[in-house]
Each structure stands twice: as C-alpha cells, then as structure tokens.
C-alpha cells in the first residue's frame, strides 16, 4: 500500500465523513455549473469524489454516466453503503490519480481539492497526463483548490494554494477559463477554507 493511499485509509476509517473538514452536504457551486455547462448523457469523472454527496445528486438530476474515482477504498465504501441499490448505477475506481491510465474519455473532468495536494511539479503533471488523456477538446474541467488565504494543510498534508487566475494558467493554454469564483468554506467544527474554483473548457 502506497504511503497516500495509507493516508488516506486511516483518515476515512478514523472519524465519521461528516467530522472531516472539507465535508459539505451539497456541493452547490459544482452543481450549479455541472448543470449549466455538462449534460446528464455525458460522461463526468468525480476524481478524488470518494465520499462526496456529488454523486447522489448527480443521480438525482439524471446523470447516466458517473465514475467516481478515489485512492482510498474507505472512502468509496462509505459512498456506496450511502446509495444502497443505486451504487450499481456508479464507476468505482480505487487508484491514486498520479499513476493511473484513464480508461476512457469523459465530457466533464470534476477535482473538488484534491489538486491541490500535489505540492511536486512530477505529480502536478502526472495529473495533467491522465486529464489530457482522460478528456478530449470540448471537455469541461471543473477543479477546486484552497485559494491563496486558504489553509496551508488539510487532513495533516501540505498544500499548493492557488488564486482563480494561477490555478487556470496552471492547466495550460489547452483550456479556457469559462468561469471562476471563490467560495468560503465553513466547515464542520465551523472554520473558514478558502477556495478559489475554476471552470475549463478544453480547447486542443
């Protein structure tokens, strides 16, 4: 077992998914452009979704092609025990984004923090590798990471904060910023996460 995949079995097997910090109920601002940019017919990738609610209201707004992928397999346990019968719906991928091969194109690209632990330009671009190769001009990518007056670490990890403007010049001249904004974050022990969001349409 790899050391982040370790990781993060023991953060998921330590504490209740709704005790963790970056726990939301809804993730509304994903919401709002999923169902503005993609359609349901597409298929969409959660990377990083693990016990996300991102998948449960997917379903619910007729989205018929789901994959969600996490480098721990806790964490996809507690989503799928959470869907009952419509787990069966879902992709489940347990692989760590940095050494994994997509195994086809997806529509919409969705990373809700988990970019920004990729604190290393190998592992930053190991990402950018699997979404070229996961995703193909028209794609839409919808990435998050803790803005530059967010936390320095989260779940005990380093992380690599980005402004709206750094974060999409980080993914090249390939994709075009269509939208971006950032969100504050309170989370269950009611601290405030900066986020900076970002909204991508590949170009080439």
């Known amino acids: 077992m790899s050391t982040t995949r370790r990781h993060w079995e023991d953060v998921y ?9 970056w726990y939301q109920p809804h993730l509304d601002r994903s919401l709002a452009w999923i ?19 991102l998948v449960d209201d997917l379903l619910l707004r007729g989205f018929q092609d789901v994959t ?8 996809l346990t507690v989503a799928k025990d959470r869907l009952g019968e419509n787990a069966r719906k879902v992709c489940w991928l347990e692989a760590d984004i940095v ?14 923090a988990v970019f920004h632990f990729l604190t290393t330009p190998e592992h930053q671009e190991a990402y950018l590798e699997a979404l070229h ?21 989260c779940s005990g990890l380093k992380v690599q904060r980005y402004s709206t403007e750094t974060l999409a010049q980080r993914f ?10 950032q969100e504050s974050h309170r989370t269950p022990r009611a601290a405030e996460q900066r986020f900076s969001f970002v909204a991508l349409r590949r170009l080439r």
Do not use: C, M, N
């Open 13 to 21: 097997k330590r504490k209740p998914v709704t005790d963790s910090s």
């Open 68 to 75: 969600v992928l996490d480098v721990s397999g806790a964490a």
């Open 99 to 112: 050494d994994w091969q997509p195994p086809k194109v997806y529509r919409t690209w969705h990373d809700r």
């Open 172 to 181: 090249g001249a390939a994709f075009e910023l269509i939208d971006q904004g």
């Open 133 to 153: 190769a996961g995703t193909e001009p028209g794609s839409l990518a919808i990435v998050a990471t803790f803005a530059l007056d967010g936390p320095e670490k």
């Open 35 to 53: 169902e503005a940019l993609a359609r349901p017919a597409d298929a969409l990738i959660d990377i990083g979704g693990g016990a996300s609610t």
